[in-house]
């Protein structure tokens, strides 16, 4: 808990006391344990969040509340998939957003109006400090019903019992939407009028999908504005809208939620295509109207994160000032795995989100308080790999580190041309020019969850291509050999990162941190992100290997190379030794 304030550690050392006596909280087992998938391959992530078993899916209702950090999430207490009609909100609370205690769940279906799930949605926290919940209920008919809940005691620092009132649900479904096609409020903001405003998904008939704005003065009487705050008529459904204002860019302080002054950020999930898309765009508080400045389709919009990530959720973390960003990384192997191991679904790491100097797009990096994991560290004088050169980071545990390389790029004057209609699809540009096919200016990166024999491993890397007098950065994430077990998904994931690399001297960073089945990379500054889930058969019988390599044409500097071990962190450990504590030897983690 290094770095904390002395009222952090207080909070800390009341929530230690309650995990020995609230029958609320998970008891956490000292006693290690293996963790094993189909195969025998330990892919549960030791930092990443999950609870201890079954399914999660999306994020909901993050906030920070009287000195801890709330986390709930779709949850499904029965079993390892989706299920149907018993969908809850899970509840863990941090300290740290790193170290995660288990609660019971918040919310549960119970009532006609949330009998069949309570799915997603948001936390708002009142003028008074306390916070309310809006959700979404299918009903008993299987209407998605919008629903409020309060803390019973909302001086409880955990928050553990959550009441649903009777007048629920206090916005049903609309005449002009289909019962299945209306969900996820967002987090509310106060207008200048005083009145609170939502967003609210929903496919209007003849129209197509939109981000609904309802106002209330009390939280129990909504009425629908008369325009929608965006429209996206070629997207069909929309879900989990996310609409918040963002500081001048190249500040990183994070704002809360608010529907005046500043420029705002309108981030949509659409079912589509299963991405999550953003645009910064002037929201109007009269007319409750978002205006995209880049005014195009929002599945032209720029992407959260360019690999497997969905129904993001961001929240406004006062004790720092920054605005936090959870998503939902699926399972991409088989369900049979999935029952075998007993859970499904991580969440990526918390990140701290801030619009980037050029004022068009997002920056994201992992919260600081990630680093409070780094162990042992490698750093590494590689002056320049060469031509075809692989050199491997000797010293750290391979399927559990923390990578920040940073390279300087050859003359770019060689680099390959840019054909126009790459830049449509730069997801299928990584699949036809992945790491083994050798380039001017690259591929050159980090070769990670890699086997001793090299036959497995997933590549994270770069190339450069010449547009004209211009240069463009391909950022790649290469499942292709990322496992050699049948049945499993393999994609290449592929992004162009947004920044001028001449004007910053042909240098370029990436940091990945790799968890087991989780390899997040951030490209250029965290200007392009990329999450994989990978399913490699190798650690059965080893640990995983690191390299940084190079396969363009021409040397790559390396201008710094720092490597860390990954600690475990505690999360939501279970007694009866199904998972083990954050007290496991790294020895015993494989």
């Not at 699949?431 to 090299?454: I, N, T, Y």
Request: net charge negative; glycine share 8%.
């Amino acid at each position: 808990m290094a770095g904390l304030s002395l009222a952090a550690c207080a909070v800390a050392f009341h929530l230690c006391l309650l995990v020995s006596s609230s029958a609320s909280l998970r008891w956490l087992s000292d006693k290690p344990a293996a963790v094993t998938t189909a195969g025998g391959v330990r892919t549960r992530s030791a930092y990443h969040f999950q609870p201890a078993k079954n399914w999660q899916n999306d994020p909901n209702g993050p906030m920070y509340h009287n000195g801890l950090y709330h986390f709930f999430y779709q949850y499904n207490p029965d079993g390892v998939t989706w299920g149907n009609g018993n969908l809850s909100w899970g509840h863990s609370v941090s300290v740290d957003l790193v170290n995660w205690f288990a609660l019971d769940a918040a919310l549960q279906p119970s009532r006609s109006f949330d009998a069949n799930g309570c799915w997603s949605g948001s936390a708002t926290i009142l003028p008074d400090g306390s916070p309310v919940m809006l959700y979404t209920g299918i009903d008993a008919r299987g209407d998605q019903v919008q629903n409020v809940a309060y803390p019973k005691n909302a001086s409880d620092p955990l928050l553990v019992d959550w009441v649903k009132p009777e007048y629920n649900p206090v916005i049903p479904v609309p005449a002009d939407i289909k019962r299945d096609d209306f969900r996820d409020p967002s987090t509310a903001w106060l207008g200048a009028d005083g009145v609170w405003r939502i967003a609210v998904a929903a496919r209007v008939h003849d129209v197509g999908g939109a981000t609904l704005i309802y106002r209330s003065k009390d939280f129990l009487r909504w009425e629908r504005n008369a325009d929608p705050l965006y429209l996206a008529h070629a997207a069909g459904m929309v879900e989990c809208p996310d609409l918040f204002p963002v500081s001048e860019p190249g500040v990183e302080v994070g704002l809360p939620a608010s529907g005046a002054g500043a420029r705002h950020v309108l981030k949509m999930s659409v079912m589509d295509t299963v991405q999550d898309y953003y645009v910064v765009g002037r929201y109007d508080d009269a007319a409750d109207t978002f205006v995209p400045e880049d005014d195009e389709d929002c599945r032209s919009w720029r992407r959260l994160d360019y690999g497997h990530v969905y129904a993001s959720k961001s929240f406004f973390d006062p004790s720092k000032n920054r605005r936090v960003l959870w998503g939902w990384a699926n399972e991409s192997d088989s369900v049979s795995d999935d029952l075998v191991r007993g859970w499904s679904g991580v969440q990526t790491v918390p990140r701290k989100i801030w619009l980037d100097e050029d004022g068009k797009q997002l920056r994201q990096w992992p919260v600081e308080e990630i680093e409070t994991l780094r162990s042992k560290r490698v750093n590494l004088l590689i002056p320049e790999v060469n031509a075809g050169g692989v050199n491997e980071i000797i010293g750290v545990m391979g399927a559990q580190a923390d990578v920040e390389v940073v390279f300087e790029v050859p003359p770019l004057e060689h680099a390959d041309v840019l054909e126009p209609n790459w830049l449509l699809d730069p997801q299928s540009l990584c699949g036809e020019k992945g790491a083994s096919v050798p380039g001017s200016v690259g591929p050159f990166g980090l070769l990670v969850m890699a086997s001793g024999d090299m036959q497995e491993h997933t590549a994270v890397f770069f190339r450069v291509f010449r547009q004209n007098d211009k240069y463009k950065v391909l950022m790649c994430t290469d499942l292709s050999r990322s496992s050699t077990r049948d049945g499993v998904y393999k994609p290449p994931y592929g992004a162009f990162v947004d920044m001028d690399i001449e004007a910053h001297g042909g240098i370029i960073s990436l940091r990945t941190l790799v968890d087991h089945s989780v390899v997040e990379s951030f490209g250029g500054g965290g200007r392009a992100c990329i999450t994989a889930r990978v399913y490699p058969d190798h650690v059965v019988n080893g640990n995983s290997h690191l390299y940084v390599f190079n396969n363009g044409t021409g040397a790559v500097k390396v201008s710094s190379l720092d490597a860390w071990e990954m600690a475990t962190a505690t999360v939501n450990v279970l007694p009866d030794g199904l998972i083990a504590a954050s007290s496991v030897s790294r020895a015993q983690a494989y």
